[in-house]
C-alpha cells in the first residue's frame, strides 16, 4: 500500500498498474460493473489523474491479516480536467476536493493485488466538485 501510495502521488499510473494482477478485479461504488485487469486499473488511474493534476494522497492507516489488507487514504486536488463518471462527463470545476477513500485488498501468491473493493462517499465527492 505504500507502493501504491507512492506511485499515485507520483503521477505514474503504469507503476499503480503494475502492482495488480493482469487478471485482476476492482470494485468501485461509482462504476457500473468491476474494472478487470492491470489495462482497465492503468487507465482509471490515469483518469484521475487527468482529472486531477495534482491529485495527492496520504496512507493514514494499514491492517493486514494473510493475504488481506484495508488501507485508509485521504485523497485531496483540484478538479482541473474532465471527469469521468459512471453518468457522464463532469468538466472541470475548479474546486479543491479532499476525501476518505478505504481500500481493502487481496493479494496473491506474486504479492499483486487480484482483488479490491473501494468505498468511498461518492454523493460527497459530486457535492464538493458542484457547490
Known sequence: MK???AAFNAHD???VAALY???TCVSHPSYTGPLQGRKAVQD???AYMIAMPN???ELTRIVGDQDCVAAEITISGVHAGPLVLATGELPPTGRRVRFPLALFCRFGPAGQ???EHRYYDAPDLLRQLTH
Open 113 to 115: 493485488i487480484v482483488e
Open 13 to 15: 499510473a503504469v507503476r
Open 44 to 46: 482509471d488511474t490515469l
Open 55 to 57: 491529485v495527492t494522497s
Open 3 to 5: 507502493q501504491w501510495s
Open 21 to 23: 494482477a493482469e487478471d
